[in-house]
T-cell receptor
């Protein structure tokens, strides 16, 4: 158990819908990262937050947004969902930005 | 821009034989280097990291990695492979220069240990 929690574990929804994925980092970790993992795209970095502020952006679509709250938990919002958004979404946290990351178990999103 | 290359999509090795999973990187300045492992339907787990000091880094489950600055490589090794080592392995790099640094992951190498 890495100490990073993600909810929900599974999510099934329809195209065009909006979903919110939630992540609670390890106690004491200030940095949160979001990743998308699909069979054909591998592990894609989406976005990084440090103590509530956005610090780095990767291949995140405009339909996707995220934020880190004062209690350091983070949410990833995915809207206007498409079939291709079906993937595993991982959250990770670290004490410092660029340090060792601890990954959550992931949320498996299926868009039908 | 920083990058990581894992040149082999899959590595097959017989149980009991030594294994090597290759990683090369490109980053400005000195690197932080990491190896992570992912078992099926699980998140990535930290194996080991290089920050500074001894070029040979020892990590979890008997794995080790050697930092080679001249070849910009950080290959993962284990003297004797176990069937339970079969998993997906990711190399990652970030610049060791302070501040808010982005971590870049490789595309992953699937390790198959054959009984």
């Amino acid at each position: 158990d890495s100490g990073v929690t993600q909810t929900p574990k599974h999510l099934i929804t329809a195209t065009g819908q909006r979903v919110t994925l939630r992540c609670s980092p390890r106690s004491g970790d200030l940095s949160v990262y979001w990743y998308q993992q699909s069979l054909d795209q591998g592990l894609q970095f989406l976005i990084q937050y440090y103590n509530g502020e956005e610090r780095a952006k990767g291949n995140i679509l405009e339909r996707f947004s995220a934020q880190q709250f004062p209690d350091l938990h983070s949410e990833l919002n995915l809207s206007s969902l498409e079939l291709g958004d079906s993937a595993l979404y991982f959250c990770a946290s670290s004490v410092i930005a660029g340090g060792t990351q601890y990954f959550g178990p992931g949320t498996r999103l299926t868009v039908l | 821009a920083q990058s990581v290359a894992q040149p082999e999509d899959q590595v097959n090795v017989a149980e009991g034989n030594p294994l090597t999973v290759k990683c090369t990187y490109s980053v400005s300045g000195n690197p932080y280097l990491f190896w992570y492992v992912q078992y099926p339907n699980r998140g990535l787990q930290f194996l080991l990291k290089y920050i500074t000091g001894d070029n040979l880094v020892k990590g979890s489950y008997g794995f080790e990695a050697e930092f080679n600055k001249s070849q910009t490589s950080f290959h993962l090794k284990k003297p004797s492979a176990l069937v339970s080592d079969s998993a997906l392995y990711f190399c990652a790099v970030s610049p060791n220069s302070g501040g808010y640094q982005k971590v870049t992951f490789g595309t992953g190498t699937k390790l198959q240990v054959i009984p």
